[in-house]
């Protein structure tokens, strides 16, 4: 099942790079906010000031990591795509997987085995989730099974004519 909703591979890769350098500024930004103005020496104009600067020093590193795992998992979902030739669930699980084994490479193959199998859980209950709503959702917008009568008057006054009937 594709999803026409998403830009074609190649695009995607610069597409969700940005979104997650986005979101991790964002986030980071205000994370980074709240931390360095509760760290902050006492007076409100220090901690606003401690709170800039915290914002300054590491919300664009923060980016960056955001940045650099949604590359690579876009790296390899369309190279997933591309191998397989579908698009499923199981792509994005993978990548989940690969992604969260190759940033930390560096740690040792312990490390990579353990953030490999939290990425592609963490991923599968991500895609689980997004089933459960689907399946849910499509309940809503199911048409209704028509009726057994051939007159659909009779559906409506059914209730009527069998109280005559027995009076």
């Not at 591979?9 to 906010?33: E, L």
């Not at 859980?121 to 849910?136: A, D």
């Not at 199911?142 to 009726?147: E, I, L």
């Amino acid at each position: 099942m594709e999803d026409y909703s998403r830009e074609p591979c190649p695009y995607r890769i610069v597409d969700d790079c940005g979104g997650a350098f986005a979101m991790g500024c964002i986030g980071g930004g205000i994370f980074q906010a709240l931390k360095g103005f509760r760290n902050a020496p006492q007076g409100i104009g220090r901690r606003f000031s401690g709170s800039l600067s915290a914002i300054k020093a590491k919300s664009p590193v923060i980016a960056g990591n955001f940045a650099a795992w949604g590359a690579i998992f876009s790296v390899v979902d369309c190279s997933l795509v591309y191998m397989r030739q579908k698009e499923d669930p199981w792509n994005s699980i993978i990548s989940g997987a690969v992604t969260g084994g190759v940033l930390s490479a560096r740690k040792g193959v312990a490390a990579m085995a353990g953030s490999a199998i939290i990425g592609g859980t963490l991923l599968g209950l991500i895609e689980s989730v997004g089933i459960l709503f689907t399946r849910l959702s499509a309940d809503h917008f199911r048409n209704p099974s028509p009726t057994t009568m051939d007159n659909p008057t009779d559906f409506a006054f059914a209730g009527a004519s069998q109280a005559n009937v027995s009076n």
